[in-house]
Every structure is written in C-alpha cells, then in structure tokens.
T-cell receptor, first 110, second 115 residues
Framework: GIQVEQSPPDLILQEGANSTLRCNFSDSVNNLQWFHQNPWGQLINLFYIPSGTKQNGRLSATTVATERYSLLYISSSQTTDSGVYFCAVLRGTNAGKSTFGDGTTLTVKP | GAGVSQSPSNKVTEKGKDVELRCDPISGHTALYWYRQSLGQGLEFLIYFQGNSAPDKSGLPSDRFSAERTGGSVSTLTIQRTQQEDSAVYLC?????????????FGPGTRLLVL
C-alpha cells in the first residue's frame, strides 16, 4: 500500500516562530488532507489540498503532486498551535481507505 | 449543524466482554469511517462505508471486530471478546462531497480501556 512519511517527528518552537512540516507519499494520490489533533484529542480539518496552494490565516499548505510531497507552513506560531499535525492521503475518487502519516508533534513554548 | 458525535465518551470493560461503540455522522454525509488510535500513535484505518456500497473492511484487525451502518446514517462498531490490546481511542469520521472536495470530519472519539 501507499506509504506516508511525515517530518520532523517532533518540533519545539518559541512563540512567534515560523515552521514547515513535510509530508511525503509514495504514490500518486487525488486526496490529501492536513489535520491538527489538539491536546484533548480532537482532530480538526485544516486543509483539503491534493494539489496547489491554499492559505487560511497563519496557516498555508502546498502540495506538489508530481513530486509526491506536501508542506504545511505555520507562521507566527502560538501556544494554541501545539498538538499533533497529521497528513492523510487517499487514492481513487471513491476509494475509502485513507492512509495517515505518523504525525508531527509540535510544542510551542510561551 | 451538529458535528460528528460518538458514544460513549469513555468505556472501561473487562477482558472477554463485548462492547458496542456508536457514531452519529453529520446529516447528509455520504461516507463514514472508523479508525483506531493507540496511545501516542497515528490513526489506523478500520472500515469505510459509502452509501449503499459494500463496506471496505480491509482494516479490521480480526474477526472479533465488526461494524454496521443502518439506514445510511448511524454506525455501530462491535468488538467481541475484548482483549487488552484493543485498548485505544476509536474515532469516527464522516465525509461530504462538495465539488471535488472530500473532507473528513472527525468525532471526539471513544476511549476504550480493557482491563
């Protein structure tokens, strides 16, 4: 099956710093999402981005499908950004099985 | 409208007992997923329902696990003869289709502890 690798596994930042999280995948996909899992365990959808670039406030994401990677940018980080960031990929328009990476654990210190 | 809801929030059971976990998806969502997340780990796909199609059960870890989706809405995940290694958070997600978007929305999860 498809492999999804996220890096770095852990990241510690000072409040206000910027960061880049990476997601590599081993085969072509037509569905890629970024999620944030907060310290209480709730998964929040950040972006649906199988290709191109999107921005939402301090967060933006870019997927280069031909090179099989996606990047999540966090600017001016805040303590509330702490948690685990997952990317998930899905192949085929109607295929159900989505594959998650192991996540990047982000800690933002005040 | 309301998000995905799951019940119970927490479940403690004894090894060998059966448990049922419930998921209420967002109204009108066509697809429903179950995942399992062990402590400090990523999400493990279990099963996927899409409309009236046969479910994709390829992620179920053993025949002790089964799931149903009644009327294309509520889903129940059943674990028979629970084992300690079944302890995890069980997450449900539903998916809408908006143009080309296939966004999954997650419930809060059920935390299962098997003693």
């Amino acid at each position: 099956g498809i492999q999804v690798e996220q890096s770095p596994p852990d990241l510690i930042l000072q409040e206000g710093a910027n960061s880049t999280l990476r997601c590599n995948f081993s085969d072509s996909v037509n569905n890629l999402q970024w999620f944030h899992q907060n310290p209480w365990g709730q998964l929040i959808n950040l972006f649906y981005i199988p290709s191109g670039t999107k921005q939402n406030g301090r967060l933006s994401a870019t997927t280069v499908a031909t090179e099989r990677y996606s990047l999540l940018y966090i600017s001016s980080s805040q303590t509330t950004d702490s948690g685990v960031y997952f990317c998930a990929v899905l192949r085929g328009t109607n295929a159900g099985k989505s594959t998650f990476g192991d996540g990047t654990t982000l800690t933002v210190k005040p | 409208g309301a998000g995905v809801s799951q019940s119970p929030s927490n479940k403690v059971t004894e090894k060998g007992k059966d448990v049922e976990l419930r998921c209420d998806p967002i109204s009108g969502h066509t697809a429903l997923y179950w995942y399992r997340q062990s402590l400090g780990q990523g999400l493990e796909f279990l099963i996927y329902f899409q409309g009236n199609s046969a479910p994709d059960k390829s992620g179920l870890p053993s025949d002790r696990f089964s799931a149903e989706r009644t009327g294309g809405s509520v889903s129940t995940l059943t674990i028979q003869r629970t084992q300690q290694e079944d302890s995890a958070v069980y997450l449900c997600a539903s998916r809408r289709r908006s143009g080309r978007s296939e966004t999954q929305y997650f419930g809060p999860g059920t935390r299962l502890l098997v003693l």
